[in-house]
Nanobody, 121 residues
Framework: QVQLVESGGGLVQAGGSLRLSCAAS????????MGWFRQAPGKEREFVAA????????NTADSVKGRFTISRDNAKNTVSLQMNSLKPEDTATYYC??????????????WGQGTQVTVSS
């Protein structure tokens, strides 16, 4: 059973920064791509960022490109999302996901419970 536990969410002023972390259980963490999605109230869930199994390739949504950076530490079974220059429109619940393969062109197979990020103007 895979468990994904997010942390690091909170309330921040516009222009500020937050770092989200996701701790994953299981011995095969390094064998899967990981990513982040978010969902704002009244909106559909949307892709934020993804990273392949060894961290060599990443992808970020246009809406956060240049502000958010995804990274992973396979030794610690963690994936992180560094969020800078936050905007009120970044307010959402952020979900950590594990993809079904080593690359993020597969489907997410596991989801965390989510962590709330609120950006005040």
């Amino acid at each position: 059973q895979v468990q994904l536990v997010e942390s690091g969410g909170g309330l921040v002023q516009a222009g500020g920064s937050l770092r989200l972390s996701c701790a994953a259980s299981g011995r095969t963490f390094s064998g899967y791509a990981m990513g982040w999605f978010r969902q704002a109230p009244g909106k559909e869930r949307e892709f934020v960022a993804a990273i392949d199994w060894n961290g060599l390739h990443t992808n970020t949504a246009d809406s956060v490109k240049g502000r958010f950076t995804i990274s992973r530490d396979n030794a610690k079974n963690t994936v992180s999302l560094q969020m800078n220059s936050l905007k009120p429109e970044d307010t959402a619940t952020y979900y950590c996901v594990r993809y079904n393969g080593i690359y993020y062109n597969t489907d997410p197979g596991y989801w965390g419970q989510g962590t709330q990020v609120t950006v005040s103007s």
